[in-house]
C-alpha cells in the first residue's frame, strides 16, 4: 500500500476550506479551533515540519493556524459555519455535500460580496483581521507573557510549580522526587476518583519552548512501568502530532499531556498567579435626565 504523500510546503488559507469542512463533518458537525486543526492536519496530511513553522517571531501561533483562522472567516461569511462565544464552530448545514464544494468559487463569493458594499469594505477587511487575530490575541497575549516568566524560572521552581497544579487538583501525597538517572520521573501522586478509586500517577516537568517527541514519551513510558498507573507530562512547551499519537497509543500504558497553553488555562483556572480583572463601565444616559 503506497504511503500518502505529506505536504511539504504550506498550504493557503483557500486550500485549507474544504479539509476544514471535512473535518467538522468528522466530528459531528462542530468543534473546538483546536479539534478542528488537529483533524485538518490529518485530512490535508500536513507534515509535523510544516505545523512547526511559527506565524511571527512570538512563536506562539503557526502558519498552518493562522491560515486555518481565515479558512473558518471566508467559511462562516460564505454561509457554512457559525461561531459561539465559547469558541466552538460549527456547521449550518449537516448535509453538506463536499463533491459540490469548489474553494476558489467560495473565496470569489464572497469577496463578490464584499466589493458589494464598497464603502464599507475597509472596515470589514479590519474586522475580518481582527477577528483572526484575536482569536488568539485576547487569549494568547496574556499565555505568551505567562510563558516568557515560566521559561525563566529554575527547573526546580518548574517541578515546585507542577506539584502545587496537582495538588490544588485535587491529588495527594504529591512528592517532587527528581534525580539523575531516573528516566525522567520528577515526582508522584495520587489522584482519587468519586472517593471510591484512587490512581497512582508519575509525573515530568518539561521547561522549554521546543516540542516534545515521541521518543520521550516512550521513554518515560519506559521509566514508569510497573510503578504507576497513570502518567504525566507537564511542559511549557508543545507536543508533536506523533508524541499525543504515542501517548494515547492501545495496548500501552496511558500518558496525558499538558502542554504550554493547557498548562497556562490551568494556572488561570486555580488562580496561581493569574488573576481576572473586570472593568467597571459606567454609563451615563442623558435621555432619563430630559424626562425629568
Known sequence: ???????????????????????????GGSGTVDEINTNVYEIAHISEEILLIPHDENGTRSEVDY??????TYLKKFGLLENSSRRIWALLDSDIDIAKLNHSEIVKKVREQDRLIEPEIKENESKEIEEVT???DDTEQWKEKLLNILYKISPAAFERLAQRILR???????????????GGIDGKGIVRVSGLLSFHVIFQCKRYQGSVSPSQIR????????????????TT????REAIKEATRDGAPPIDLIDGE?????????????DTKFVEEVIVTSEWFEKL
Do not use: H, Y
Not at 168 to 182: I, L, M, N, R
Not at 228 to 234: F, P, R, T
Open 219 to 234: 521513554d518515560f513510558r519506559g521509566a514508569m512501568q510497573g510503578r504507576a498507573d497513570k502518567g504525566l507530562v507537564i
Open 262 to 274: 493547557l498548562l497556562c488555562d490551568k494556572l488561570k483556572e486555580l488562580k496561581l498567579g493569574v
Open 168 to 182: 490544588e487538583s485535587g491529588f495527594s501525597q504529591v512528592e517532587v522526587t527528581g534525580k539523575v538517572g531516573d
Open 1 to 27: 500500500m503506497a504511503r500518502k504523500k505529506l505536504n511539504s510546503k504550506i498550504p493557503s488559507f483557500d486550500e485549507l476550506i474544504i479539509p476544514t469542512v471535512k473535518a467538522l463533518i468528522k466530528l
Open 237 to 240: 512547551g508543545k507536543f508533536t
Open 67 to 72: 491560515r486555518l483562522a481565515w479558512s473558518r
Open 134 to 136: 484575536n482569536e488568539v
